[in-house]
Structure formats: C-alpha cells, structure tokens
C-alpha cells in the first residue's frame, strides 16, 4: 500500500484537533502514515505529532507562520511530486476548503470534500459524505487515480492515544520563490458580547424556524420563564435577529449546558458541531426527519408556534 | 469592477421529506420547492453593493437547466448586467469539479476583477467550485469571506475568511480573484418590483458545451472525480425519545422531565 499523507493543522501555537484524529484514523489503514507539517518553530508539535505517526515531514520556515494558500499549495504539491503517496488527508475545515480543491485541479487528483465515513479498497478510497444538511449519506466512488485527496470532517475519526514514535524529518523548504500573489494580515477575534452563552447552564437554541424578527418573544419568554439564555443558529444571526455571539456551532460558540432546548433548528452538524455535548438536549422542530432529533435525547415533532406558549406556560405552573 | 456571480438553484430540503428515488442516486424532487442556494444570495448582493459603490458589470451564470432562470433573473433584478446559463444534457452527474470547468470556460474569455461563488452549496455541500474554478482560471482565490474591501488602486484586495470559532483572518491579494462567500456578510436587498419587470425582459445568453469548446468527455460523470454510487439514509446514533400528543399534553410531559431532571 502507498503512504497517506495527513498535513497537519494549527493557528496561533496550537494545535488543531482534527490532525490527530486523522492520523488516528489513517493509522487503521495498514499504510505507512505520514504527518506533514508546515509552520515556523513547531517542534513541539512535530514532537506530539510523531506518537501519532509513522513519520512526520517537518517544514521550518517563516513562510509558514500563519496559513497562506499559496505557500501550502506550493510546497504540499512539491512533497506529494516528491514522495508519491497514494491518499492526503486534511481537514474539512477553513484551512482545508481553502486550499484542497485548487491542489486538486493542480495535481489531477481526485478530491472527495468532508467525508464522514472512509473505508480503503486497497489504495482506493470509498468515502461516505453527506448531502441535504444531513438528510442523506452519500457513498462516492473517486475515479481511478495516483493519489486521492480527502477533506475529513470533524470527529469523523476519534483522536487515540499516542502509540507511535514516528521518525521526525526537517526537510528543506521547496519552495524557493517569494509568496507574492496573497499576503496574510492578522487574524481578528469575533467580538464579545454581553453575555457569555459558554457559560450558561441552560440555553434556549433558536433557529429559522422561528421564521420572522418579531416572533422573538415567543422564545424570550420561554427562556425567561426558564431562567436559560437565548443561543441561536447561525441562520438567525445572519439574519439579524440575534447577535454574532450567541450563534452556537463551528463558526461560533461551543457550548455544554445542562439543558439545550433546541427551537426550529435543523441539526446541521455545523450547528451540531457546538452543541453535541449538552446534557440534556431537547429539539421541538415540525420535520420529523431534522437531524437535530439524531441527537436530542427528548424530541416534540409539532409547531413550534404551538408547543413553546404550552410549554411557557406548564414551566411557570412548575415555578408556581 | 467587472464581476461574475455563479448561482445554483438548489431544492429547499430543510423543512420537507427527503425521499431516495428508484435510481438510488438521486432524490424525488417532485413535491420540492427550489430556491437560489442561500450563499450564492448573499454572493449576489455583495457585488451588487462594489458595482454601486464602484461602478462596473455584475454577470450572472448558472449552470443548470431552463428553471434556474427564475434564479438567474431574481439576480438581474437585484442589479445583475448580462446573464449566462450553461445547459448540455452531458451535464448530468457533474460534481464540483466538472462544474468549475464549466464555468471556467464560460468566464474564460470574459474580463473580470472578481467572481464570486458562494461558500457551499446547500444541496451536494461540497465547497468545491470556487477554488476550483480560480485555480482552472490560474488566479487569486479566498474561501469562506465574510468581509470584502476594494484597497485604493483596485487591483488588490482585503478579504477576510471566516474561520472555526468565528475568528476573523484577513489577508491581501492581487485581483482577479474568485471569492467564496459566506452566509451573513450582507443583508441581501429584495428586487423592487420596477427591477423584476425590466429583468423579466433581458436575454439569457444559452450556452452548450460545444459553445463553450468542451467535450462531453470534460463533464458529467465522466469528467468528475467521482461519482455518487448510491444514497443512504443516514446513520444515526439513538433517536430521541419523541413526546407525542397535542401541543397542551407534549409541553406538559416536556415540563414533568425537565422538572425530575431538576432543570426547572
Ligand atoms: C463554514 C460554515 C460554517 C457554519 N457555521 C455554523 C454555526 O456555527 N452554527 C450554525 O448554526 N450553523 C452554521 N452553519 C450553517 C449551517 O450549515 C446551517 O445552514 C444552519 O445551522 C441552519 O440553521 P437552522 O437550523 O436555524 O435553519 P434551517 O436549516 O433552515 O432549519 C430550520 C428548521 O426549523 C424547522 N421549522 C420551521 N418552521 C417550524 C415551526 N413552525 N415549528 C417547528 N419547527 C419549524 C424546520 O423543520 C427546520 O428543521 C455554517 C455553515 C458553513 C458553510
Ligand atoms: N450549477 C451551478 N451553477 C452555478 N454555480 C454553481 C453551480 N454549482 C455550484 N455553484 C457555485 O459554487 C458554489 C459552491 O458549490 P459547491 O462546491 O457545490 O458546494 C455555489 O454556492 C455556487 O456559487
């Protein structure tokens, strides 16, 4: 079997989980794995990567400080020429979406974005991904190629224990030509608002289903009656009707309350990302198919509009 | 600023069954509403705001059959120039890849600062086609922006992606460029009613591959890298327990548990 090559992800002096989890999960393949990691004074990491994997590729240059396109393009394309392996695995995330589809219109290979599920037929991947916001699995079958390329989503596969100790490599940066075209600048914190929905211990999570700015209150005082806090999907702060800080998911906030009451949200996993670890989890959500039912413990298929004034109601009889 | 949107029309299936059909490899799109995919919405406004700030041509291009034009001239409506829609029977079972080629071909020739694709499509949700597309036509290209600012020359851009966690990263680049956008970067305007009548007059230019210099071999599925064997339905872990009953008996059993769970 050919090698796999999972390049490694981290921001800011961290590393980003999902490299682990993708070296965990390649590690099950039987191939050699090999991390990839490019950046400026990460050792360290090369250090946690290797229990992880069978070798681990270093790139020490200032070009890769912070994420740039151009310079993983250029440099993950004159290892892959270099070293012919046979899959690359990156994550399906900011970094990933913004580079793996331009790498694989470069090097011809085929590119199969943010799988939820993989099996190997010899080299040839077999990925599962989804399709409708989670309605329906799709199983692709790439076409017959050198080297396949995967975005893997989050918590497709789970991070194990280190158990290798994978032969750290410096390799000399190859790409020798100046980043010219894209230039980064700073990365800008989201900004904070009055309340921290992290530390909530009740949330009420309200969703499009809400439908209109001035059908609000119908959660507000579900909420208050409650004593929770209002969280929303990312649909309702697009839309205006709640701030950027209280959008629960992969672009805004993880949270773990004690309950998670979800109002007329669907359950994308990008939603689902930022609220799985809730104790309790409740959706009320007309569409019996929602995904979010998938993860709630307690679900009430019905109107909205209908059940939450019952459920005001029943709430503050309990409080008396 | 010359500029090009891609838009998709996509089945609204966030609120209605999704049914596997007798193909197994596609969906009973009968009873389904459509729509423009949600980002390409706000992809649309956003070069509508640079043309009226800026000045310059919103071209609007969709691959897709004689439908999407609802989708194309809501755009010309909104402000949109000329428009494009890119329809072959050897279409059918294109993925992202095969998609950018398309569109690669039909822009190819055209004289653009920026295209803007939206971020994903809410359909196949792949996030493929934008940098695909800009890496098919050797330029620029950011994914994910939720902030676009044109600097002083007009050749160059700051655009900021949006990251896990809502972190902002900005960076510069050269145009032309291929953005990606993201959902909630704008507030998407609706087209007046004088727009929708003047737009319900101007001409869709109708392209085949063979206009576009395409073999039939350069799409489809076998111009994809991969193809879709077949649809499941999906795996899910344990199922909620679901409280039945009118809405007076639901909400009451939701309050019992949460009152013995000691939430209220
Ligand atoms: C890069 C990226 C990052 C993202 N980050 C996030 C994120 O951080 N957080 C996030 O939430 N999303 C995020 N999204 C968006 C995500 O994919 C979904 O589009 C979003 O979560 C949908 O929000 P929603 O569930 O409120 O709306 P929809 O998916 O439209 O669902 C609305 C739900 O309301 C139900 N409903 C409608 N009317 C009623 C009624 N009267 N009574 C009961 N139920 C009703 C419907 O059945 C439906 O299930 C991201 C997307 C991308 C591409
Ligand atoms: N058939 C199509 N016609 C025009 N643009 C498309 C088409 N399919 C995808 N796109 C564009 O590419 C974006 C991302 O789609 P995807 O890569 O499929 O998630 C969409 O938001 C559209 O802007």
Redesign the pocket.
Known sequence: MKDIFVLAEHRRGELREITLEMLSGAAGFGGTVVAILFGKSVDDFANKIAGYADKVLVVDDDMFENYNSEAYQKALSALIKEHNPGLLLMGHT?QG?DLAPALAVELGAPLVTDITALEMEGDKPKPTRQYY?GKLDAHMVPKDADLYILTVREATFQAAEPSKSGEVVKVENPVKEEIAYRKFLEYVEPEVGEVDITQSTLLVG??????EDKNMPVVEELAQALGADLA???????AGWLPADR???????TVKPKLYL??????????V??MKGSEVIVA????PD???FGIADYGIV??????VPKLTEKIKELKG | MNMVVCVKRVPDT???EVHIDASGKDIDKSKLSFGIN??DNYAVEEAIQIKERLGGTVNVISVGGKDSDEQIRMALAKGGDEAIRIEDPAMAGSDGFAIAKALAAAIKGMEFDIVFTG??A?DD?S?VVGVALAELLGVNHAA?VKKVEILEDGKKIKVGR?LEG?LMEFLEMELPAVLTI??GINEPRYASFKGIKQAAKKEIAIKSLSDLGLDASEVGEAGSWAVLEKFTPPVVGEMAEILTGEPEETAAKLAAILKEKGLV
């Open positions: 900011g979406v916001g309200v969703g499009r289903g809400i439908r929303a999907s990312r649909a309702v702060v697009d959008q629960v998911g992969i672009s805004g906030k979800a109002v007329g949200i669907s359950g994308a996993f990008q939603h990302t930022g009320i959500n007309k569409d929602a995904p979010i019905d109107d909205l509009f209908k059940v | 966030a609120e209605s949600e980002a971020a994903l809410d949700g996030a994910y949006e809502g993201q959902t």
